[in-house]
């Protein structure tokens, strides 16, 4: 699984295994100083091949670009969600 974030200048930036928290990244420092952000509103990229969401930051609530989440994926990650909601193991 790969994590980037893509900041306010339309830069993308891959975040390192060590920088994710279990709700928050850490990435260049806000305005108000603090160092995470969190992801809001979640949902598949037209790609079909990554999740977005919008990053925060979470000390003062400031938009700070987007996160990018790319897992592995079979078929695609609509079809992916519809086989896993279905009970199906995938070995």
Not at 14 to 33: F, K, Q, Y
Request: net charge negative; charged share 25%.
């Amino acid at each position: 699984m790969k994590v980037k974030w893509i900041d306010e200048t339309d830069r993308s930036h891959t975040i390192p295994a060590d920088a994710l928290g279990s709700d928050s990244v850490e990435v260049a420092a806000c305005t108000c100083g603090a160092n995470r952000v969190a992801g809001t509103g979640k949902h598949i990229a037209d790609d079909d091949r990554h999740y977005e969401a919008r990053a925060v930051c979470i000390s003062c609530g400031a938009h700070r670009g987007r996160l990018e989440v790319w897992p592995s994926t079979l078929f695609g990650l609509r079809e992916d969600e519809q086989v896993f909601s279905m009970g199906v193991k995938v070995y």
